[in-house]
């Protein structure tokens, strides 16, 4: 045999160990972060405080969550690459419709395997899935008549995510944007009120075990006529009414600028209170409303205009500007609880196309993210002139309305103060150093790579204020930037 031949042969055999090292500490990887994330034990419950999610052993409980709406219609080998990829990215959550129904998402309403989630129409006679009726009062699916074909796929699918310490925030019947197709909404009103208490009382008895779940109540809607008010009720009964449930926590996706806990129909339902807007400028004030809210109860951003639905995507959100960190950065740092976020092209689970925007830019700077919020003690963190803690910013950070407006908390014995300093910022900051213990260390973190500057080689006392000034672009080219102080004393990264 030639020296060339056998210099090919060793290249491809070289090459095919390096491909192997490469599989093999892939797969490390994912069984390290499936058995980081697996770790978090299921059911979850309030802190003691009320302030955020611990699991059954009291580990603090950040919802770091993706969107994956329509994700019902995929095969497991399409769920599962999403999970395994939000795995990668240090994501713990997702919120998913039970049953689907938007008309440009992935053949709604049917599952992934090919089933659908009623048996009968209102008449009696059998449904094939059809969404469009001549007589909707008659046509409209039954749900009194659940098809055990579609529910045993959810059921597989729920335990396919429990087994990867995923939280799945459960919609039973998206009720959709007012006027459009989006939503069960005049599938509800047609079926009346004691069918849906009826479908109500059948899902919350099916999961009554299931402990890795949040009911998600609502969606897209807040304003209800006395119809519409009837059968969300009912719905919301029904679910209410199966003692000795797992899973314990109502939130909502109402009207864009209102949190869940501030709908006047059924804000009072809700104990996990989400933040909801389409804008790009609502989210600090929403979030700091929901977190002083009272009764206190554990808070979080739940929808934000989405990476890649803007100019730049699919032109759908026309406040989804990048970058999109943002929105996730300031409803962290106000709610304290976590956030959501999505993309555009995602959440609607069409192939091939929501493959190739799983690794997007956005999706890199939420995985850093969540890894910064998991190498903090988050859950100790108040947000600026809230709840006791001293206002952190006082010159140079805007207002909670304004784009410009600079999201800061700090832990109330001083060792962590953290900002968000967004993209159209300008200028210095002053930062009121009594806030923390004395020998801060000072660095700024750019969002779109991880990295850190050291903002001085010597330490800074906490007396009086501080003037910090950012540096210009950061590597992505925005000029967002995250500062943080902590103490000398502080063991955390």
């Known amino acids: 045999m030639s020296r060339e031949k056998n210099d090919v042969r060793f290249s491809r055999f070289t090459s095919n160990i390096v491909t192997h090292m490469k599989l093999f500490l892939l797969l490390v990887v994912h069984l390290l972060c499936g058995i980081a994330l697996a770790q978090v034990q299921f059911p979850l419950k309030s802190s003691p405080d009320n302030r955020y999610l611990i699991d059954r052993q009291n580990k603090p409980f950040p919802i770091l969550g993706r969107t994956a709406w329509t994700i019902i219609s995929q095969p497991p080998i399409g769920y599962s690459t999403f999970i395994e990829n939000s795995l990668t990215k240090g994501f713990n959550a997702i919120e998913v419709a039970g049953v689907f129904h938007w008309p440009d998402s992935n053949h709604p309403p049917f599952s992934g395997n090919g089933a659908v989630p009623f048996l009968r129409q209102i008449n009696g006679a ?50 959709g944007y007012p006027g459009t197709d989006e939503g069960w909404m005049t599938e509800l009103v047609a079926n009346g009120a004691e069918r849906i208490r009826s479908y109500g009382e059948w899902i919350a008895r099916r999961y009554k075990k299931q402990a890795n779940l949040v009911w998600m109540l609502l ?23 199966v003692a000795g449930q797992q899973s314990i ?38 979030g700091r409303h929901a977190y002083s809210q009272q009764p206190v109860m554990p808070a979080f951003l739940l929808e934000e205009p ?95 309305a304004s784009s410009d407006f600079v999201t800061a908390a700090a832990t109330p014995g ?28 000072a660095t700024w973190l750019d969002p779109s790579t991880g990295e850190t500057i050291a903002v001085s080689s010597t330490p800074f006392s906490n007396k009086g204020v ?27 990264p």
């Open 466 to 492: 501080q003037k910090f000034t950012p540096p210009s672009k950061n590597t992505s080219g925005y000029k967002d930037w995250v500062l943080v102080l902590r103490s000398m004393h502080h063991s955390s």
């Open 126 to 175: 059998a449904w094939d899935g059809s969404l469009k009726y001549r007589d909707t009062l008659a046509e409209a699916p039954d749900f009194t008549t659940p098809n055990e074909q579609y529910w045993a796929y959810v059921d597989t699918f729920l335990n396919y995510c429990a087994s990867k310490g995923i939280l799945v925030l459960l919609f039973p019947a998206y009720v």
């Open 219 to 241: 969606g897209d809607d807040g304003k209800f006529d006395n119809a519409k008010k009837e059968v969300e009720a009912a719905l919301i009964k029904g679910l209410k009414s």
């Open 306 to 400: 989405y990476d890649e639905e803007g100019p730049d995507g699919n032109a759908r959100n026309p406040h989804a500007t990048q970058p999109v960190r943002r929105f996730a950065w300031w409803g962290w740092l106000t709610t304290i609880g976590g956030y959501m976020a999505g993309n555009g092209f995602i959440w609607q689970f069409i192939d091939p196309y929501w493959q190739q925007h799983l690794d997007t830019q956005a999706a890199q700077d939420l995985k850093r993210l969540n890894a910064f919020i998991q190498s903090v003690e988050w859950w100790k963190l108040v947000p600026s002139g809230m709840n006791g803690m001293k206002t952190l910013i006082t010159e140079g950070g805007g207002n909670d």
């Open 414 to 441: 001083g060792d962590l103060m953290v900002a968000y300093l967004p993209p159209s910022h300008e200028g210095n900051n002053m930062v009121n150093m009594a806030a923390l213990k004395n020998k801060i260390r």
């Open 249 to 286: 926590f109502y939130s909502a996706e109402s009207s864009s600028g209102q949190n869940a806990r501030d709908q006047p129909h059924f804000g009072h339902e809700m104990n996990l209170n989400g933040v909801y807007t389409w804008d790009s400028v609502g989210v600090p004030r929403l």
